[in-house]
């Protein structure tokens, strides 16, 4: 998996910067060309991926259940599934703030 700026996640979203990283993956600001707005990736550590079984099922079920919650102290989900290489994904709205 090679995430840098300007990879695509998909043939509507680009990666612009690295967020933050956690235990858990790589967060990283991208364009989503088609909206005009810049919007969450979350990515799954590959070290994760390896070693859970089932963490690229248990990342989809995460992102289906994400986009059910209707809040407004709840980023809003657009997206997810696998780039080309495979690599899980999901598209999240941006926020202004704190982590």
Request: aromatic letters at 6%; proline letters at 4%.
């Amino acid at each position: 998996m090679t995430i840098e700026p300007g990879t695509r996640v998909t043939d509507k979203v680009r990666l612009v910067r690295l967020l933050d990283t956690g235990s858990m993956g790589e967060v990283w600001v991208g364009f989503h060309e088609m909206l005009q707005t810049e919007v969450a990736v979350k990515f799954v550590s590959e070290k994760l991926l390896d070693t859970i079984p089932n963490a690229t099922d248990r990342f989809s079920v995460e992102a289906a259940a994400a986009a059910r919650i209707k809040s407004p102290h709840v980023v809003r989900t657009f997206d997810h599934g696998h780039m080309d290489d495979g690599t899980p994904y999901i598209v999240m709205e941006l926020m202004d703030g704190e982590n």
